[in-house]
């Protein structure tokens, strides 16, 4: 197998990668320090990270690091991000493409893949409208309905996770937790369900160490500009009481840095996920060690309310929750524990590569 693995990372990091690869030269010297960092390890695939000479990964729609790759192989400095792409996996001799950002790219790109390629892999986990996969083998994740709906419309699909990062381990074993709740994640008009639970446990800012590290939607900030508050968004706005807590979002290390410190990690799903859970940050939460409180819902294997993971179904359950599992604190770790031992091992590197590999032999 000859591997390509194409990712994105979200627009706010962009300053961050820009300071992490400030003095990496080269293209190679960039995606490094973009792996080095973890920013979504749980998604990069075992080769990548053992940097395999069979495995290339690049986020495909970051401009500047892409266009030094295009430099470097003398394509002309009018190539499209779709010209450097395509460039890359035929370079690469890649008879396997995973793309992580399926919806990044035109339906076209994937008709003008290089003749190298034989098996074509999508990552899709978010719901969806007008959106094409027609020109994939396979589509994966770990959500059922999502894989039902894609089915529905004829895609083939198979069921996907990610993975524990081992880079976790020293972090997961930090005793000092001075934050007693922490929630990293995005705020926009699609987390409405989410919103209601922050802004009820945000009350516990008096009593309690509340970390809020939030990534606004651009609508949201521009609700909370000063244009934004002669313009009728008031309802994209944040209340009050998380504006008081919130702080920037927080990415790869410095997000394992802020779980390492936590005790109760909150989570919840976006409005449109229907019954099935098991986001990213589930993974993330468990692999750091802390108790993840999460809310009601069909979560993966391994992840049980009270054995694992703890559960609420209201606003004001995670408030009693929460503090029911602080003063427990027995209780809270032991659970935490487990749900680190458990994803460490069912959901280890090793399991997910070995689960992929089944996957494109199955195609």
């Known amino acids: 197998m000859r591997l390509f693995q194409n990712a994105r990372y979200y627009p706010s990091l962009r300053p961050k990668i820009l300071e992490l690869t400030r003095d990496c030269p080269t293209f190679a010297g960039k995606i490094s320090a ?3 960092f973890r920013e979504s390890a749980a998604h990069i695939l075992l080769p990548v990270d053992q ?3 069979w495995a290339f990964f690049t986020n495909g729609d970051d401009r500047d690091v892409q266009r030094v790759w295009a430099r470097e192989h003398g394509l002309k400095s009018s190539a499209s991000l779709d010209d450097i792409l395509r460039a890359q996996i035929e370079e690469h001799r890649a008879d396997v493409f995973y793309n992580l950002d399926a919806t990044g790219w035109e339906g076209g790109f994937m008709k003008r893949l290089p003749g190298c390629v034989k098996k074509t892999i999508a990552w899709h986990a978010a719901p969806f409208r007008n959106v094409s996969f027609s020109g994939y083998d396979l589509v994966v994740c770990n959500f059922p309905s999502i894989l039902a709906a894609l089915s529905a419309q004829g895609c083939r699909t198979e069921y996907f996770f990610p993975a524990y990062d081992p880079e976790f381990e020293p972090f997961a074993s930090r005793q000092d937790r001075p934050v007693d709740v922490l929630f990293v994640g995005g705020y926009s008009r699609h987390h409405r369900r989410r919103a209601a639970v922050l802004e009820a446990v945000a009350k516990l800012a008096g009593e309690y160490n509340v970390v809020y590290r939030l990534d606004r939607s651009r609508l949201c900030r521009l609700a909370e500009s000063p244009l934004g508050h002669v313009l009728p968004l008031a309802s994209h706005r944040r209340p009050p009481v998380i504006r008081a807590i919130a702080q920037e979002p927080i990415f790869g290390r410095d997000y394992y840095e802020a779980l390492s410190a936590a005790k109760i990690v909150l989570n919840g799903s976006i409005d449109m996920a229907g019954a099935d859970r098991g986001n990213m940050r589930c993974f993330e939460a468990l692999g750091g060690g802390a108790l993840l409180l999460s809310d009601d819902g069909n979560y993966p294997e ?12 209201s606003p004001e359950d995670a408030v009693r929750q ?3 599992l602080l003063e427990a604190s027995q209780k809270r770790l032991d659970i935490a524990r487990a749900g680190h031992e458990m994803v460490s091992t069912r959901y280890s590197k090793e399991v997910q590569w070995r689960r992929f590999e089944a996957l494109v032999a199955s195609i």
């Open 51 to 53: 940097r395999a000479e």
């Open 34 to 36: 973009f792996l080095n």
């Open 322 to 324: 929460i503090r029911t």
């Open 302 to 313: 391994g992840m049980r309310n009270g054995e694992t993971i703890a559960t609420y179904n």
